[in-house]
């Protein structure tokens, strides 16, 4: 089969400046090279197109086939060549194969170059410039975050400690993982557990483990912040005299004295004595009194709460809309 004209292969006319030719070739290269293009005839053609590029880039190869075609390049010349054995790119300046192939080994080509050896890519000879040094395939990424949540026991929540979870992997298999829970944790929290997520992909490091954190309900404490709260019940009597009671805390207890005349609702507050936070704020304590009355009484304990009731005011007769009922 005859050979092709060398400005024919590249797309050019005969007065093709030396840009010109550089530029048709990168074109020409990177369409053929059968590491991109995988037609049955790319490598045939990429071998052509460096044949022609290795003749008109060299101005004394050029000038010789102008004057006399394929027949003035002898048998020294590019058929018998490096130009011919696979497409060699030992006379190819940097710029140009940056150019044609400088995505690729930054990852960012389709698929990258496959099968590269030692010696090359995909059974290509690219001379000086084989790529070592440069990064072949995709960069490492990081693995995604996995996200979860868990259910925190109010004391660990307010105090702090460690909490075990147990999950399980892409492929079925399960883990279990200490999490430390800082003291003070707000419901609604995030808590953050290094390499415990999705794995990282081209050696790339795992993701991170994130962990919303719901705070479990206490039998009698309850929280707004950092404080604590605690609903006390007290009798008719105690609101009515005042009384001392003795109250629990996270941790021991503490003496609350209830003013008389209290009314239910009423928040009596012990400073300091709430949740300590891990950067060391603390809340105050808050017990929430409730007035309740009594549901079965003796004919003795009703006798004494009938004359009480003679002896006590009326405390609605102070109210606006007093006046207007019972006339």
């Known amino acids: 089969m005859s050979k092709r004209d060398y400005y024919e292969v590249l797309g050019i006319s005969k007065g093709a400046s030396p840009d010109e030719i550089r530029s048709a070739h990168r074109k020409m290269a990177r369409k053929y090279h059968p590491d991109i293009n995988k037609e ?17 880039s060299d101005e004394e190869k050029r000038s010789r086939y102008d004057r006399f075609g394929h027949a003035g390049m002898g048998a020294s010349g590019p058929a018998g060549g490096p130009s011919s054995a696979g497409g060699s790119w030992s006379d190819v300046d940097p710029e140009t194969f940056d150019s044609i192939f400088g995505d690729f080994f930054r990852g960012g080509g389709q698929g990258g170059f496959q099968g590269a050896g030692q010696g090359g890519f995909g059974g290509h000879d690219f001379g000086g410039f084989s790529g070592r040094g440069r990064q072949a395939g995709p960069r490492p990424r990081k693995g995604a975050d996995l996200e979860h949540e868990i259910t925190v026991p109010f004391m660990t929540a307010a105090l702090g400690g460690v909490e075990t979870i147990r999950l399980a992997d892409a492929d079925g298999t399960v883990q279990s993982i200490e999490v430390k829970v800082p003291a003070g944790i707000a419901s609604g929290s995030t808590l953050r557990v290094r390499g415990k997520g999705h794995p990282g992909a081209a050696g790339g490091d795992p993701g991170d483990l994130r962990l919303k954190v719901r705070i479990a309900a206490h039998p009698w404490f309850r929280r707004d912040g950092l404080d604590l709260l605690l609903d006390v019940p007290i009798s008719i009597a105690e609101a009515a005299v005042g009384a001392s009671v003795e109250l629990p805390l996270l941790k021991g207890s ?3 004295r209830v003013p008389a005349g209290t009314s239910s609702g009423a928040k009596l507050r012990v400073g300091g004595k709430g949740i300590e936070d891990a950067k060391g704020a603390q809340g105050d304590f808050f017990a929430v009194i409730s007035i309740t009355a009594p549901s079965d009484l003796s004919d003795e304990g009703r006798q004494a709460v009938d004359a009480l009731h003679d002896l006590l005011p009326d405390p609605r007769a102070s109210l606006p809309w007093a006046g207007s009922v019972g006339s």
Do not use: G, K, T, W
């Open 40 to 56: 049955s005839d790319a490598s045939e053609r990429f071998s052509e197109v460096q044949e022609a590029y290795d003749v008109l």
């Open 254 to 256: 503490v003496a609350v």
